[in-house]
């Protein structure tokens, strides 16, 4: 197995979430989304900066609860991109494109939730933007003790 620095696979997903043509692709890439958070938060809370690793702890259990989710119809968690993350080079752009990723998944899902012809579906998909909305929060305030600790403040 190829495995990938953190900023390669946020931009494949990125990349395949653009092309999703269908409701189910653009769940699946949603679903790939929280996989990655789950990973990069897991990684930084191991190794990453001492100072964002409680953060990266809780925004790993956040990415951990939207994939398991029962209802999910994303991929099966083997075929999670993220389970290719070897390393995080540069913490602080890893974060800036996963923020950027979620905001892209939570407009895609919100396109899905307003034209949704199933309740079990409309559902689904709010818990979903909800999962991306906590999560794009613990990123930015990961980013914000980044920017503290880089300008000498305190985190």
Do not use: N
Request: hydrophobic share 45%; charged share 25%; net charge negative.
């Amino acid at each position: 197995m190829v495995t990938l620095d953190a900023v390669h696979l946020i931009k494949a997903t990125r990349h395949a979430l653009v092309e999703c043509s269908s409701v189910r692709e653009i769940l699946a890439e949603a679903w790939q989304a929280q996989a990655l958070v789950e990973a990069v938060g897991r990684h930084l809370a191991e190794s990453g900066p001492q100072l964002v690793r409680p953060e990266a702890k809780a925004l790993s259990e956040v990415g951990g609860r939207a994939c398991r989710s029962p209802e999910h119809l994303g991929p099966s968690p083997g075929a999670a991109r993220a389970a290719r993350l070897s390393e995080i080079q540069d913490p602080k752009c890893a974060l800036t494109d996963l923020a950027g990723l979620l905001v892209e998944a939570g407009v895609a899902l919100v396109l899905v939730a307003v034209t949704a012809d199933q309740q079990g579906l409309y559902w689904h998909v709010i818990e979903a933007i909800d999962a991306m909305d906590e999560s794009e929060d613990r990123v930015t305030a990961m980013l914000r003790r980044l920017a503290v600790h880089e300008h000498g403040g305190a985190a």
